[in-house]
T-cell receptor, first 114, second 111 residues
Framework: EPEVTQTPSHQVTQMGQEVILRCVPI?????FYWYRQILGQKVEFLVS????????KSEIFDDQFSVERPDGSNFTLKIRSTKLEDSAMYFC????????????FGQGTRLTVV | QKEVEQNSGPLSVPEGAIASLNCTYS??????FFWYRQYSGKSPELIMF????GDKEDGRFTAQLNKASQYVSLLIRDSQPSDSATYLC???????????FGKGTTLSVSS
């Protein structure tokens, strides 16, 4: 069964450092998303991406965040200068079209900022 | 700003019982509603989605939508211990490409 793959599964970084979280969406999917979940809290939307452009972003997705599809397979989330409050599980998702009914989530990257 | 509210629980039911999970949402214009299941430390998995008022059934799961009351529910019949998880209610954003999640209700099914 096709799946969304995220690497690494766990990343520890020092405050102020840049991190890149990587995702390989399902191969025929065209829409890509990042969500985050701070421990014990709700899943929060960060950004959606289609045709090499951001489709929608939340208030959380400020200037320290960026997304990129550097090649035909990877979809990345960059956090420029990490803060303690960026510690969370980050989920990538993809869907073949714009409808969330077909969105699949990856297993997540746990980011710990120390 | 769309809000989705859920009772955090825990909701405890015995094996074989019906579990009823509820969700309310703030935006009367919301059109699409989703139920996800999330096991501890894992990613959300889609259980069902519903667009129209009324009931939608899929196996042991029934989603119910009442747009007038801005209320969505999920019924799980013949609950199993493997159903023990956190159930997330979500609505689509106005732009339609994002999901707005509630905090989730933790369900515990005892054998």
């Amino acid at each position: 069964e096709p799946e969304v793959t995220q690497t690494p599964s766990h990343q520890v970084t020092q405050m102020g450092q840049e991190v890149i979280l990587r995702c390989v969406p399902i191969s025929n999917h065209l829409y890509f998303y990042w969500y985050r979940q701070i421990l014990g809290q709700k899943v929060e939307f960060l950004v959606s991406f289609y045709n090499n452009e951001i489709s929608e972003k939340s208030e959380i997705f400020d200037d320290q965040f960026s997304v990129e599809r550097p090649d035909g397979s990877n979809f990345t989330l960059k956090i420029r200068s990490t803060k303690l409050e960026d510690s969370a599980m980050y989920f990538c998702a993809s869907s073949p079209g714009p409808r969330n009914t077909e969105a699949f989530f990856g297993q997540g990257t746990r980011l710990t900022v120390v | 700003q769309k809000e989705v509210e859920q009772n955090s629980g825990p909701l405890s039911v015995p094996e074989g019982a019906i579990a009823s999970l509820n969700c309310t949402y703030s935006d009367r214009g919301s059109q699409s509603f989703f139920w996800y299941r999330q096991y501890s430390g894992k990613s959300p998995e889609l259980i069902m989605f519903i667009y129209s008022n009324g009931d939608k059934e899929d196996g042991r799961f029934t989603a119910q939508l009442n747009k007038a009351s801005q209320y969505v529910s999920l019924l799980i019949r013949d609950s199993q211990p493997s159903d023990s998880a956190t159930y997330l209610c979500a609505v689509e954003s106005q732009a339609g490409t994002a999901l707005i999640f509630g905090k989730g209700t933790t369900l515990s099914v005892s054998s």
